[in-house]
């Protein structure tokens, strides 16, 4: 009965290289408790299926209801893809704590494959959900935008508190976790919050690996097709010497820290 358990996706990229090693399939899950100013995947943050304007008189549904059985038929198709590059599967969104019984039973079936996993997550997501999956979990790509809880709850709509801590309980049990930090000038590319990241991953004992992701603006049509306002109209990306410049910053005390990805 489990494999029957539905819940909601809004995309399954195949052969994914950014999402984790190897080659991997994604799981887009629908579904975001923050509302980012500068998201890129505005479809993602909306639980239910939602109309998206594809033209004057044209419309698509974002959001299609599938079993268990039915994400894990998509996800075997490749399975010779994952074994040959130590890939996998990669949980994502929007994000995938959102729908927990459904994320919960599609890592179990991972598992019983012996395929690796990995979760993409804010981190907002209460520990009495996120400890039980944890032995499912081989890693965590885990968002770290701001430090200053003020700030945070601008630019994301909530507060920090819990997504710290759970990094603190992550480290605490030996998980495998990769930082990805946005960069969004004026917002998170202060040098006070880029030191004050530093100096909370340095406190924390973290060791792993850091991917500084540039911002851009591919998902600004989205907004006008979902019939949402952007606010942040005329923000530029980062140039590459600005991104080179932030990454020598954090190479100083983490060897780990690339560009991308």
């Keep these: 009965m489990g494999n029957q358990l539905s819940g909601i996706v809004f995309d399954i990229k195949k052969f994914a290289i950014h999402d984790g090693p190897g080659i991997r399939t994604t799981i887009f899950l629908k579904g975001c ?49 994952y074994d040959e590059s130590d890939g996998g599967v990669t949980f994502s969104g929007g994000e995938p704590f959102m729908q927990p019984k459904y994320l919960a039973k599609l890592l179990d079936e991972c598992k ?27 890693l965590f790509l885990y968002d770290l935008k701001l430090i200053d809880n003020e700030s945070h709850k ?14 603190i309980r992550l480290i605490e049990n030996h998980q495998n976790v990769h930082i990805r930090i946005p960069i969004i000038p004026s917002i998170t590319d202060s040098e006070a919050n880029l ?3 530093k100096n909370y991953l340095k406190q924390v004992h973290f060791t792993g690996d850091i991917s500084l992701l540039s911002y851009n603006t591919f998902g ?27 990454r020598n910053f954090f190479l100083k005390t983490f060897p780990n820290c690339k560009i991308g990805g």
């Design 154 to 167: 601008k630019y994301t709509g909530v507060d920090n508190h819990e997504i710290l801590n759970n990094l």
């Design 33 to 81: 408790p923050l509302s980012c100013w500068w998201c890129h995947n505005p479809e993602s943050q909306q639980l239910e299926p939602q109309k998206y304007l594809t033209g004057p008189n044209f419309q698509e549904i974002i959001g299609k209801t599938m079993n268990v059985a039915e994400v894990m038929n998509e996800i075997l198709k490749d399975r010779i893809f």
């Design 220 to 246: 600004i049509r989205k907004y006008k097709q979902l019939g949402c306002e952007y606010r942040l109209t005329n923000l530029k990306p980062p140039t590459s010497e600005r991104m080179q410049e932030i």
């Design 195 to 197: 030191v004050s990241i």
């Design 112 to 138: 019983k494959q012996g395929l690796h996993t990995v979760v993409d997550t804010s981190g907002y997501v209460s520990w009495e959900i996120l400890e039980p999956m944890l032995s499912n979990i081989d």
